[in-house]
């Protein structure tokens, strides 16, 4: 198993899996467009973990993820009805951080959930 811990201002995210999330991006296609509505797939399992993080099994990859508190409220409101800049401008709001500088930090983050195939 291969782990990985990416930080993305005050998301974070540990990553163990077979392939390496820099090796499955090579054909992904990413979240660029704000407007995208994500949704989680049902099939994803999540787990408290310590430290207040989550674990999170992907449904189709051998790939085990923990977030922080931060990305699993990113996590959380992505039910297909909610936009990237949504998620993300409500949470900058709520935790003051820039919205543009954020709103990248959870495009990107998003693109980790979807190269692990957990978005329908």
């Not at 990416?6 to 054909?27: M, P, V």
């Not at 039910?79 to 409500?90: L, M, Q, Y």
Request: hydrophobic residues 35%; charged residues 30%.
């Amino acid at each position: 198993m291969k782990k990985e811990v990416l930080k993305l201002g005050d998301i974070a995210c540990s990553i163990e899996t077979e392939q390496s999330y820099r090796q499955l991006r090579n054909g992904e296609k990413d979240f660029t467009v704000a407007s995208e509505k994500p949704r989680i797939k049902s099939s994803v399992q999540f787990q408290p973990a310590a430290d207040n993080w989550m674990q999170c099994q992907s449904p189709t990859i051998s790939a085990s993820l923990r977030i922080n508190a931060i990305g699993y409220q990113i996590i959380q409101r992505c039910t297909g009805k909610n936009t990237i800049e949504d998620i993300a401008f409500d949470l900058s709001d709520q935790y003051d951080f820039d919205d543009d500088e954020f709103l990248e930090y959870v495009k990107t983050f998003l693109n980790i959930f979807k190269t692990y195939q957990m978005f329908e």
